[in-house]
């Protein structure tokens, strides 16, 4: 049985940070791309990270140099370390697992399986 299971998240002022997990079971984590998403409300999920075979990375523009995503296969585990957050980085984060490393992947459908979410919660 698959599993994904979010983490770290929490109501936090601008400016600061929050570091996510997301640990995984029931798949070869190093042979999966791994990603995050997001859902703010009243909005569509949409792309925040992805990372695969360790070292490829890809980000959406508006978290580009404030949010860092890392994976740790040891540990079946992915990160996102959010910093400089911003009340419109509110949201429910969620992480997700495509299988192959054939590259970035940005949107949704290529994701077999998800997480149930983790709130996130920026006040300004």
């Known amino acids: 049985q698959v599993q994904l299971v979010e983490s770290g998240g929490g109501l936090v002022q601008a400016g600061d940070s929050l570091r996510l997990s997301c640990v995984v079971s029931?798949?070869?984590?190093?042979?999966?791309?791994m990603g995050w998403f997001r859902q703010a409300p009243g909005k569509e999920r949409e792309f925040v990270a992805c990372?695969?075979?360790?070292?490829?990375?890809s980000y959406e523009d508006s978290v580009k140099g404030r949010f860092t995503i890392s994976s740790y296969n040891a540990k079946n585990t992915m990160y996102l370390q959010m910093n400089s957050l911003k009340p419109e980085d509110t949201a429910v984060y969620y992480c997700?697992?495509?299988?192959?490393?054939?590259?970035?992947?940005?949107?949704?459908?290529?994701?077999?399986?998800w997480g149930r979410g983790t709130q996130v919660t920026v006040s300004s």
């Open positions: 997700a697992a495509a299988p192959g490393l054939l590259g970035v992947l940005t949107t949704e459908r290529p994701y077999r399986f």
């Open positions: 029931g798949l070869p984590f190093s042979s999966y791309t």
């Open positions: 990372i695969l075979d360790g070292s490829l990375t």
